[in-house]
């Protein structure tokens, strides 16, 4: 009895924390919508895509990013791209060498400065892990501030079972020419602590259904390197080709994956017996990986 008295208040605690919440963001709603109203009239549309990545310090990178721009361009001739990047060490490190790249929210702040009504954000990274929910708070900060009448972040490269099986037809497509069928195609992910690093092993099972010789490793989290070398080691591979699967062909591609200290990638599997060639390539020099964040991109401007 006393324990459903003890329930009872929780319940009439939270109940009014809600409304309160409530309340709170339907005052925001009316201001912002009488903000942007002026005398009742409906604002222009007015539409806009940000393309937000994580960004690199090699200048190399700058294919990738000037594909995507002109592959974006093309498909949506009528709506002007903008730029963000959401990593504040390579913001940092760039500001010094006197290139000043835009954080999303900057870049955010100036398009609605600049009378933007409906904004497609499209996250450039590969899963929904930290930069993609860093990102998703501040799109969800200017939907509160009511900054404009439509704002939607589209979903990285692998985010749905469907975007899975595109991004293992974009693979299968761009494996080297040259690679035999008992030889290994390895990709580096770059992994991350974040609970979405499980689709890094996701993406090993499902594509080696298909082809039993492609090994998907992380940098920074499961599966290892290791791991995957001693896969390879048990079904006595010879030869591997190393690939990417980060957008840019960047630090971690140059260094851990093709770089001749000992521990790179390269390193340690020509010491287990395993010939290793490097491709220095990153997804976004690919049109396969590209035409799905322009699909996530369809997807987020059919609504508008
Ligand atoms: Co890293």
């Known amino acids: 009895m006393k324990r459903l008295f003890v329930l009872k208040k929780i ?3 939270r109940i009014s924390t809600i409304a309160v919440f409530i309340m709170v963001i339907f005052c925001t709603i009316i201001v912002a919508g009488e903000a942007s109203a002026k005398h009742g009239e409906k604002k222009e549309v007015k539409k806009a895509i940000l393309l937000v990545a994580f960004g690199s310090s090699e200048e190399s990178s700058q294919i990738s990013f000037d594909n995507i721009d002109k592959k974006t361009k093309a498909a949506f001739p009528d709506v002007p791209v903008y730029w963000a990047y959401t990593s504040h060490i390579i913001r940092n490190k760039l500001a010094k060498q006197g290139k000043i790249l835009d954080a999303p929210e900057v870049a955010l702040g100036k398009m609605r400065a600049e009378g933007f009504t409906h904004v497609a954000v499209q996250s450039l990274h590969t899963i929904l892990g930290e930069e993609y929910d860093e ?3 501040v799109i969800d900060s200017f939907k509160y501030m009511g ?3 439509k704002i939607i972040l589209g979903y990285p490269l692998m985010a749905t079972q469907d975007d899975i099986v595109k991004v293992i037809d974009a693979i299968l497509k761009n494996i080297p020419k040259q690679r035999k069928a008992n030889e290994a195609v390895v990709l ?5 602590p974040h609970p979405a690093n499980a689709f890094y092993a996701a993406l090993m099972f499902q594509i080696q259904l298909k082809d039993s010789n492609i090994f998907v490793g992380t940098v920074e989290g499961y599966p290892e390197i290791d791991d995957i ?3 390879m080691l048990n079904k006595k591979i010879k030869k591997a080709y190393l690939m990417p699967f980060m957008s840019v ?3 971690h591609a140059k260094n851990d994956m093709a770089g001749d200290d000992a521990d790179s990638w390269k390193s340690l599997l020509t010491k287990a ?3 290793s060639e490097a ?3 990153g997804t976004a020099e690919f049109d396969d990986f590209i035409n799905i964040w322009i699909d996530h991109l369809k997807v987020t401007l059919s609504h508008f």
């Open 279 to 281: 491709i220095l390539k």
């Open 188 to 192: 580096m992910g770059h992994g991350t």
């Open 229 to 231: 070398k001693e896969l």
């Open 273 to 275: 017996g395993i010939e």
């Open 249 to 251: 062909a960047g630090d």
């Open 135 to 137: 990102l998703k708070k």
């Open 11 to 13: 319940m009439e605690r």
């Open 147 to 149: 900054g404009f009448e």
